[in-house]
């Protein structure tokens, strides 16, 4: 079975950091680009990062460069986004996923085929 299992979500205050991390089975993570995407309240999903398969290359949101970081976690099948710096407008519910063709570019939502099922981050004093 197929399966992304993103954790690692909390609370936190502004200024604060969170490790997100998202573990997957039933396929090879390091074969596959995997994105992590966020959803606010009343907003539609959006991309926050993702990383390539070929070379490991980072791709990020303006919103959140020099703030985030993905990387191939050093567990096996494990995607992580290190979020430093946090800001109120960084709450919402975190997703990874799977993008199993490059070419539809990083953001759009429809290149995934597997997601999680997500993790809430709420950042707030």
């Known amino acids: 079975q197929l399966q992304l299992v993103e954790s690692g979500g909390g609370l936190v205050q502004p200024g604060g950091s969170l490790r997100l991390s998202c573990k997957a089975s039933g396929f090879p993570a390091d074969y596959y680009d995997i994105g992590w995407f966020r959803q606010a309240p009343g907003k539609e999903r959006e991309g926050v990062s993702c990383?390539?398969?070929?070379?490991?290359?980072?791709y990020y949101a303006d919103s959140v460069k020099g703030r985030f970081i993905i990387s191939r976690g050093n567990a096996k099948n494990t995607v992580v986004l290190q979020m430093n710096s946090l800001k109120p407008e960084d709450t919402g519910i975190y997703y990874c996923?799977?993008?199993?063709?490059?070419?539809?570019?990083?953001?759009?939502?429809?290149?995934?085929?597997?997601w999680g099922q997500g993790t809430q981050v709420t950042v707030s004093s």
């Open positions: 990383i390539s398969s070929v070379d490991a290359r980072a």
């Open positions: 996923a799977r993008n199993p063709d490059p070419y539809l570019g990083w953001t759009a939502v429809s290149a995934y085929d597997v």
